[in-house]
């Protein structure tokens, strides 16, 4: 019986196995969230009620928030989808926030308080163009507040108290280039501006109340229009004419429209290259920005325009606020020498300062990128100002009185790509009392825990051992641990920032803005790509730093030149750049590393040449003997040919640079223009580690693997089906999935899935793929798995053989002994839409693997490989059972414990990274997006360590008393026999 | 039996055997009793001590068989209880097939021990010992079988070639689409 209940605990503890779940005080114990929001485009401050002041931003992320003034904290936040890009903000009735999004086709009301969806609107136009969103500024509630929208050449007014559209005039009909919107405070009549043809001003006055057309006046300028108009105040406007050259000044009060010229060379002598009018709403004045100043002009009451100053240094303007009834003031920011000037000015008088600051400020924010300002009487009746700050870096900021109150790093919301660091190792010589203090701690803790365990804790005790394990400095220590698990995070980011995250807590442990992905005269449009480790010292170059590669693009084309920087790890100093002639569209990281480490990579430019880094003469004797043995290949993925290369020698146009290789095309798949267009395409990734090439299956029956990095996973879809879910049939879509070698070019496999389609995500690791896609006749998403199987090896069987060592089994392979293989696949559907997928990674590649899937809703769902086996039947024999195969389900279960973001949200989720720790059973885990997520997994739980909950003082405890038991039944013993002997 | 050797081994100082069977007159310092003669004594005596030691001889030999047959008890006993351990690996099977395989060599090393107490030179201890060494085998046997079923022993191709590492490769390669 006993036995019995025992087998039955076993099979209970085995079966618990499937699911990854978290105790509730567990969360936080070893993963952590931040939220952050993005680049701000437009911030609304509420600050005119007493209370919680707070200012409403949205970004370039399709973020909006709500903040905290004082400390920055969100109170409440959406993230909208990726196409649902906000035009515009404002609040109205002093309880709403009305966005327009989507190129203005929806208007929202959000509440202030709590960021609930009040109402939505979606607004209809004919044709896309400029988007406005016009609010109206009276506070008085009882009145019929009209909010107008202009999208899509098209005029809406709408009820702000529940998003009714009342009226719309269409203008899109007339094809008029619509400009200006403007309605003045407390007036009835709505002025519409705009080009025809860019060349023909039109100016309609319209009622608010009902959108009829008052009156309509044209005006022809032969001179032409070209960009962004501004109005200065309520009835002037500025433009550009077509040559650039010419500034506009447009009046058109009382239906009359009077063009008056100004030369731009009569304002700034030496005004060469491209004028641009800032959109800067600043009362009376402009600011046009050329290729060295900032000019602010203003334009006088007779309609003359005056230079009012030239700023050299790169400076950023806000919109003017109203101070009272007269007074209007904007501030003016401009960074220089490691300080941040703020100044604000009356809009009237230019040489007065109503406000002058000057701000430390880190360097490695770069310029002020934008500047909003709010002011509030102070306590002695003058006017007060803060401001909230864009950097370069994306970051936002608040300064007020002097001094930067907060900082949020929303540059941490674009993260492009991430790689890790180890730590340093610890270093002797801890002094003493350290250690006493420590030990006595620990010894507190354990007692502490010991009475949780025991149930003897009392709320403050459970509260205590709760915030001892959350903020255990175990975990934050700046040293490398045993397990692995404390590491840098190093993130490349779109504002051309290089962060170190501490994976123990996400504290920045460094930030850099790379000097070399910032605007030059080099490079217009620099932007980073990826970010590789270049230097991982470990045996012998121990005293030396690791570093990490940058690499970069000036400008948006695979043919723009690349940017190279490389950066210490652990102080976050760039240690050298490169703005190397050549471009980038591959890098190739190979598996040679010189004497200190530095691994060596191949950069492919769009020439399909390769170079060699670092560029030392002994990274090229390294190199030169394995040449014949390095190969690359390109996809092109809008004609869909894959190319083979191999180095044919030095390059031809540059006889000198021995560093560089001309390719020799070795093999070329051409894909069917017609038929099919590429997808999708994965490879293994090439750290990973697989421990064995044979899988043990039912019966100690064993098939071979088919290992081989050289493998490319390639989906393609018919062109119909390439787009979105629904355009097509699925009779005229299909999707087909190849594996290539890219060493040969010989397709290994191919599969047609007839009725399916795009978007397809894929994952490649050992020796399967698993891919997601829609299959259009089940009208359900399909997850499919291909396992493939050396055949060539399976006769190695003789047990004899092997005890012997008679066998190929670890011989050098060659992908041109054309190895046999099989492929194994099965489909099955899944509920969700994945965003992105990948693979835990462990660093002996012994433990099972999950699938980490990226869903819609933006979370992390874990879920066990074994679910996705081709050798899954409906009715698995007893071995196969034992073996651990599920029986076959049509569907993936999707277990609710096993979501790895248990209850958090990781907004605008855009990839998932995982990295081995040094203890096996254990992945880091880090999900970026808009927010950042990292935790630990243990896919087949920690069996090679204790839990952080294991209580030691329990153990020593029971140690202690069974030695007293020992040592007391021995004396008894002892005596019992004495006495027997006597007897 | 363990108990007897024990109160033999330490329990008692001293002790005087009565039957002193010595004829040596050598040997003897003591003269015999009037009217006593040894040699009667001992043709007397002879017939008895033959029927006696017969007797134990068979008892013996009978104790022999007994102790020569007692591993088939325990071999049923060990397959009762791997049956019960099931075919899965873990704690409770483990210990019954680690069991299984460790009485039987011991008792093996054991085997002149067990024996010890029956030796006599009218006894024929050889098949008894034979079937005694049989039996114990095949319990080991068992006990290798059951390993077997549960897995542990190293004889398939699979438990040669998980260890062993993926093959090297002689080429590799990089690359994909253009970098954005």
Known sequence: MAIRTFVLLVLFLSSMNLSFSLYEDQVGLMDWHQKYIGKVKHAVFHTQKAGRKRVVVSTEHNVIASLDLRHGDIYWRHVLGADDAIDGIDITLGKYVITLSSGGSILRAWNLPDGQLVWESVLKGSKPSKTMLIVPTSFRVDKENLILAFAEGCLHAVSSVDGEIIWRKDFAAESLDVQQVIQAPGEETIHVLGYLESFQFHAYQINSRKGDEIKHVTVDFPGGFSGDTLLVSGDVLVALDATRSILLTIFFQDGEINFRKTQISSLVDDSHGVVEILPSKLADMFALKTNKFLVLARVTDGGKVELVEKIKEAAALSDAISLSESQQAFALVRHENEKLHFVVKPVHDWNMDLLKEAIKIDNHRGRVHKVFINNYIRTDRSHGFRALIVMEDHSLSLIQQGEMVWCREDGLASVIDVTTSELPVEKDGVSVSKVEQNLFEWLKGHILKLKGTLMLASPEDVAAIQKMRLKSSEKSKMTRDHNGFRKLLIVLTGAGKVFALHTGDGRIVWSLLLQSLRKSEKCDYPTGLRIYPWQVPHHHALDENPSVLVVGRCGPSDDAPGLLSFIDAYTGQELNYLVPVHSVVQVIPLPFTDSTEQRLHLLVDANQRAHLYPRSPEALSIFRPEISNIYWYSVEADNGIIRGHVSKGSCSYNEEDEYCFDPKDLWSVVLPAESEKIVAMGTRKINEVVHTQAKVIADQDVMYKYISRNLLFLATTAPKGSGEIGSATPEESWLVVYLIDTITGRILHRMTHQGSQAPVRAVFSENWVVYHYFNLRAHRYEMSVVEIYDQSRADNKDVLKLVVGKHNLTSPVSSYSRPEVIAKSQSYFFTHSVKAITVTSTAKGITSKQLLIGTIGDQVLALDKRYLDPRRTINPTQAEKEEGIIPLTDSLPIIPQSYVTHALKVEGLRGIVTVPAKLESTTLVFTYGVDLFFTRLAPSRTYDSLTEDFSYALLLLTIAALIVAIFVTWIWSERKELQEKWR | ?180
Do not use: C
Not at chain 2, 28 to 38: A, C, Q, T, Y
Not at chain 2, 79 to 100: D, E, P, R, Y
């Open chain 2, 1 to 180: 039996m363990e108990k007897g050797k024990g109160v033999m081994g330490m329990g008692r100082r001293w002790a005087i055997d009565f039957t002193d069977n010595s004829t040596s007159l050598a040997s003897r310092d003591i003269p015999d009793p009037l009217g006593f003669s040894r040699a009667s004594l001992d043709q007397e005596d002879s017939a008895v001590t033959r029927q006696k030691k017969d007797a134990e001889a068979n008892w013996k030999a009978q104790k022999a068989w007994e102790v020569a047959q007692a591993p088939f008890k325990n071999l049923m006993m060990m397959g009762f209880m791997m049956w019960m351990s099931g075919s899965t690996v873990h704690l409770f099977s483990i210990g019954i097939t680690f069991s299984a395989l460790w009485q039987p060599i011991s008792a093996l090393q054991g085997v002149g021990k067990v024996f010890e107490p029956y030796k006599d030179n009218k006894v024929e201890l050889l098949v008894p010992k034979l079937l005694y060494i049989a039996l114990n085998l095949g319990g080991l046997a068992l006990g290798v079988w059951k390993l077997n079923t549960l897995g542990l022993l190293p004889t398939h191709a699979s438990d040669w070639v998980s260890s062993l590492p993926p093959a090297q490769e002689v080429e590799y390669s990089g690359g994909g689409i253009p970098l954005h």
